[in-house]
T-cell receptor
Framework: SQTIHQWPATLVQPVGSPLSLECTVE??????LYWYRQAAGRGLQLLFY??????ISSEVPQNLSASRPQDRQFILSSKKLLLSDSGFYLC????????????FGEGSWLTVV | DAKTTQPNSMESNEEEPVHLPCNHS???????IHWYRQLPSQGPEYVIH???SNVNNRMASLAIAEDRKSSTLILHRATLRDAAVYYC????????????FGGGTRLMVKP
């Protein structure tokens, strides 16, 4: 069966510091991968998606970036965090087929101080 | 993006059925209807999805109107663990097949 893991689960970072969140999927190949963010008390916002290695599409302009160095690895990064980057970050995967169901990881809580 | 409309919140009594409505009047012929739920401090969890016909699984049932402009998620017997935000989403076929989440319905279950 397929599983998705992301880490770290929680982190507190100062403003201006870098960020790296990592996500891996097991039990499937060539998945679509997604990064979502949920600010406190808000809905889920799609940040990035990837349909293959090295292929990244951004949904919103921001100081975050994403990379997909391997088929089942998706990384969210920032060179300099802002206070507004605080939130709950969720990695997800899907088959990419019609009617695509996506499955979420456990999430990473980021607090920028 | 095709949009959905859901009530902000609903209340239910434990062990009673719950009918969560969703309107999607701009749905196109190839859009699937997905339902997810999110418990506090957790990522969204897939509940059910369908295209035209009603669907049943171990978690819930999905009733889709004949014109597909609305659907209803049915929890047959609500438990306290069903208290969550329920999202109705249209899976629009596009380059990334991403799902765009709206505000959802916050379901409160009373003992």
């Amino acid at each position: 069966s397929q599983t998705i893991h992301q880490w770290p689960a929680t982190l507190v970072q100062p403003v201006g510091s870098p960020l790296s969140l990592e996500c891996t999927v097991e039990g499937t190949s060539n998945p679509n991968l997604y990064w979502y963010r949920q600010a406190a008390g808000r809905g889920l916002q799609l940040l990035f998606y990837s349909v293959g290695i090295g292929q990244i599409s951004s949904e919103v302009p921001q100081n975050l970036s994403a990379s997909r160095p391997q088929d089942r690895q998706f990384i969210l990064s920032s060179k300099k965090l802002l206070l507004s980057d605080s939130g709950f970050y969720l990695c997800a995967w899907g088959t990419g087929l019609t009617g695509n169901t996506i499955y979420f990881g456990e999430g990473s809580w980021l607090t920028v101080v | 993006d095709a949009k959905t409309t859901q009530p902000n919140s609903m209340e239910s009594n434990e062990e009673e059925p719950v009918h969560l409505p969703c309107n999607h009047s701009t749905i196109s012929g190839t859009d699937y209807i997905h339902w997810y739920r999110q418990l506090p401090s957790q990522g969204p969890e897939y509940v059910i999805h369908g295209l035209t016909s009603n669907v049943n699984n171990r978690m819930a049932s999905l009733a889709i109107a004949e014109d597909r402009k609305s659907s209803t998620l049915i929890l047959h017997r609500a438990t306290l663990r069903d208290a969550a935000v329920y999202y109705c989403i249209l899976s629009v076929y596009n380059a990334g097949n991403m799902l765009t989440f709206g505000g959802g319905t916050r379901l409160m279950v009373k003992p």
